[in-house]
């Protein structure tokens, strides 16, 4: 069994500044590809940032020059930076990882959601 637990939504005004956290654990050999990704009500769920083992980074075109994504590989932890943000940010951001499971299966895994709200 793999866990990602999620924090860091809330609620702030237009220009200012959250930061997401994603801890995976569990049943882990190695985590691949880490990310997040958002869904808008009514809409598809669209990549905000990911980031895969070696540090390499892609961004949605939305959040460009405004979200950093990083992520500890020792501590297995994806952060998202989120600074400048829109009322148009506002939906609910999913953590996702690719592990590795010790039986060397690869599943990929989504948090719960965390809320971000921001008002204008």
């Known amino acids: 069994q793999v866990h990602l637990v999620e924090s860091g939504g809330g609620l702030v005004q237009a220009g200012g500044s959250l930061t997401l956290s994603c801890a995976v654990s569990?049943?882990?050999?190695?985590?691949?590809?880490m990310g997040w990704y958002r869904q808008p009500d009514g809409k598809a769920r669209d990549l905000v940032a990911s980031i895969d083992g070696t540090g390499d980074s892609k961004y949605g075109d939305s959040v460009k020059n405004r979200f950093t994504i990083s992520r500890d590989n020792v501590e297995n932890t994806v952060l998202l930076q989120m600074n400048n943000l829109r009322p148009e940010d506002t939906t609910t951001y999913y953590c996702?990882?690719?592990?590795?499971?010790?039986?060397?299966?690869?599943?990929?895994?989504w948090g719960q959601g965390t809320q971000v709200t921001v008002s204008s």
């Open positions: 996702y990882a690719g592990v590795v499971s010790r039986n060397y299966l690869f599943q990929e895994y």
């Open positions: 569990g049943d882990i050999l190695t985590v691949g590809a």
